[in-house]
């Protein structure tokens, strides 16, 4: 089959569909990514053919926060950043679709792909990191669950999802007729099949979702040779293994203030700090921590004690898949969830604040996830994981839905 996979964000929305992407062209169909220039590294790196959607989300996201709205109106200045782009997305996906069997849409381009494929009958598969088909199982990843009364989780989805196609509908309604001449859409898209690349170690799986709608498991390539730099290969060797420390493709935070924070909170013990896309410090480090470039997390993560991050899905799972404890600093949006998920499996302690970020309670993260249960607990969780191929999943359920 000929397929092509469109996706709109930072590089925890790319990465995954890069990876299924790869999947597929090994089970022997074709296919063609469209993403952010900045983001298709992941794409190079497996060789899945690709090309850039226009924008730069990197630069536009630092722009938005260093305009003072502060990095917890990220999903409103998304919602505007997708907004711009929407009429050129139309154009390029539309374009690029032409004779495909089906389209794979995610993150910010979804509503755009869900209409082109409407625009060339062409079946479309939602793809993601976040379960955001409505449930009773849990509330809206969205919104913090301890203001939700179970009895309403599935309204919170109901809602959250309007509230985000009313964000989005203006500028796609537009977009349809203007580039595809379709008539405007008053009502999100409901009825095409959704797959996630999420564990049901982590989320169970609900039992009120419809047969096309699951949980497949991570999204992840097969253990590969990669080889770390003689620098990071001799610290790793030094001594016990250590923290990693890292917030991926956060931004807009005051990285120093922080930095001094952890350099308190470390007390002198090893710490691989990647800065991810807030960039290379400017203040000095001191001789316990190590910096280093993007790594593999599946290499990397199985060879720390424990893994500190912004709680991104991705790097949620990977942490929880190598089997070791986590120390959550969630930002916006669905990365409260994910602290959330975390600590009612016992593998991390309460989520600690961004905003005020206060020492005393991030050594108290740290001391709950050394403890002997919880890296067992932890330890646990990953042999679970292990046992479920995510990647396969996917493929077989998209081979499934577009045979039908």
């Not at 097969?222 to 290969?233: G, H, I, N, R």
């Not at 720390?304 to 990977?318: D, F, K």
């Amino acid at each position: 089959m000929k397929l092509l996979a469109v996706t709109y964000g930072t590089e925890g929305d790319t990465r995954p569909l890069a990876v299924l992407c790869r999947a597929l062209m090994d089970a022997g169909h074709e296919v063609t990514l469209l993403a952010d220039q900045t983001t298709l590294g992941s794409a190079r790196a497996l060789s899945v053919p690709h090309a850039a959607l226009s924008g730069n989300i990197r630069d536009e996201l630092g722009a938005l926060v260093s305009s003072g709205k502060g990095v917890n109106a990220t999903a409103a200045g998304l919602a505007q950043i997708a907004n711009a782009r929407t009429h050129s997305w139309m154009q390029q996906i539309a374009q690029a679709a032409i004779g495909c069997d089906g389209l794979i849409v995610s993150g910010l381009a979804a509503f755009v792909g869900l209409s082109v494929g409407e625009h060339l009958g062409i079946r479309v598969i939602g793809a993601g990191l976040i379960p955001i088909s409505p449930t009773h199982a849990f509330a809206s990843p969205f919104l913090p669950a301890r203001w939700i009364p179970g009895v309403l989780n599935r309204i919170s989805h109901q809602a959250v999802n309007w509230l985000l196609w009313h964000a989005f509908r203006n500028a796609t309604n537009q977009a349809r007729q203007s580039v595809l001449k379709l008539p405007p859409r008053q009502k999100v898209w409901t009825s095409h099949p959704m797959l996630y690349g999420v564990s049901p170690a982590l989320v169970p799986e609900p039992r009120d979702w419809p047969a096309h709608t699951r949980l497949c498991g991570q999204w992840l390539t097969p253990e590969d040779s990669w080889a770390p730099p003689a620098s990071l290969k001799a610290f790793l060797d030094a001594g016990k293994p250590p923290i990693y420390l890292g917030f991926g493709s956060m931004v807009g935070f005051d990285q120093n203030a922080m930095l001094d924070v952890f350099m308190d909170a470390a007390e002198g013990r090893r710490v691989l700090l990647y800065p991810g896309w807030s960039g290379t410090p400017e203040k000095a480090l001191p001789d316990n921590f190590f910096l280093i470039e993007e790594t593999p997390h599946q290499w990397l993560f199985p060879r720390t004690s424990l893994v500190i991050h912004h709680g991104g899905s991705g790097t949620t799972h990977s942490a929880c898949r190598a089997g070791v404890p986590s120390v959550v600093l969630p930002f916006a949006g669905d990365q409260f969830f994910w602290a959330h998920q975390l600590n009612r499996l016992g593998v991390a302690d309460h989520a600690v604040s961004t905003r005020k970020l206060n020492v005393d309670k991030l050594k108290q993260a740290i001391r709950f996830a050394q403890r002997a249960e919880t890296r067992q607990r932890a330890s646990t969780l990953g042999n679970q994981m292990a046992q479920k191929t995510g990647t396969a999943t996917a493929v077989v359920e998209i081979e499934t839905i577009l045979s039908r």
